[in-house]
């Protein structure tokens, strides 16, 4: 398989290539190199732990969006049994930004609702990149209803640069899709498990991003605004990227110790964008147990409990 690779993970590309081109030349020759192909192998090893491990906030923004990042659509197959997608608003159209349905997560009957960006140019346009309109955010919400109609729990997976900005979703009522999707969510009367898989930007992620877990994957960010927009607004200069990374602290670490987040997912060595079905292993097991936890609350309680979380975010105290 062809890997793409960013700026700062050539030296892993290029060691990458040459063990490929000496075990190659090993299988061809019949040469014992086999070494050597070690010695290298436990080098790139070393270098994968150094170059993820020790990423800087800019590099993680990067990874979020990595073009190999497995997308929402990735993960399902891998994750639930027996998606059947649901279409539209049903008051304006079916945005494909966002993609949700029923599906079987174990035992349980569950709704799964995902941004979902695209992997070729024409996806990327037919799901504009990620970025929903108030018809993707509405669709949302019926599937949110949907759910508690039928005492469902509901799962979303947030991976977004943000909603949409054009003018055919102001004049739609972009806000107003956004709030209400914020307000029905915190008071849905069914457990709501939320995992940041990429990019969490903005609104357009808040918009399914209410509820009682929030988990982000490693090499994941969450924030208000990209570091890209963060500089073009601060600096006039997105050259700045990194800087503004730094200062907005966007990172699933970050958030963690802030207590914006209830856990970390942990990604393979080299990130959910090379291993797939371990990434996938890893998030059904925390989505596992966050359900089993969520389940055994009654719903009163577990109404409370989401309003006493969602009330103590941006709480602090003067030292």
């Known amino acids: 398989m062809a890997y793409s690779y960013l700026e700062f993970e050539r030296p892993i590309a290029e060691l990458t290539e040459k063990i490929d081109e000496l075990s190659q030349m090993g299988a061809d020759s019949k040469v014992n190199i086999a070494e050597e192909v070690e010695r290298l192998s436990r080098k790139r090893d070393n270098l994968v732990k150094q170059t993820y491990v020790k990423a800087s906030r800019g590099q993680i923004a990067q990874l979020s969006r990595h073009p190999d990042r497995p997308n929402f659509l990735d993960y399902v197959p891998l994750i639930f049994d027996e998606f059947q997608e649901l279409h539209g608003d049903r008051t304006f159209a079916d945005d494909g930004a966002i993609v949700g349905g029923i599906a079987k997560f174990g035992e349980h009957s569950v709704v799964i609702v995902g941004h979902q960006k695209g992997r070729d140019t024409k996806e990327k346009l037919k799901r504009n990149f990620g970025m ?169 309680e577990l109404l409370k409990q989401r309003e006493a979380r969602l009330r103590k975010l941006g709480v602090f105290a003067e030292g």
């Not at 393979?268 to 609350?297: K, Q, V």
Request: with cysteine; aromatic share 6%.
């Open 132 to 300: 929903a309109r108030p018809e993707g955010y509405r669709k949302a919400l019926r599937l949110f209803k949907l759910a508690e109609r039928f005492d469902m729990p509901v799962m979303t997976f947030i991976d977004t640069a943000g909603a949409w900005p054009g003018i055919d979703a102001e004049e739609r009522g972009q806000s107003e899709a956004i709030a209400r999707n914020l307000m029905d969510l915190a008071v849905l009367k069914v457990p709501v498990i939320c995992t940041v898989i990429g990019e969490g930007g903005s609104g357009g992620a808040l918009a399914i991003g209410v509820g009682d877990r929030l988990f982000m994957q490693q090499l994941t960010i969450y924030s208000v605004i990209s570091p890209e927009g963060c500089a073009a607004i601060l600096w006039r200069d997105r050259a700045f990227a990194d800087q503004a990374a730094e200062a907005l602290k966007p990172t699933a670490k970050d958030l963690k110790e802030l207590g914006l987040i209830d856990d970390i997912i942990p990604e393979p060595a080299e990130g959910a964008h090379r291993n797939l079905e371990a990434a996938a292993d890893m998030m059904a097991e925390t989505l596992n147990r966050a359900l089993r936890e969520l389940l055994d609350i009654p719903q009163h």
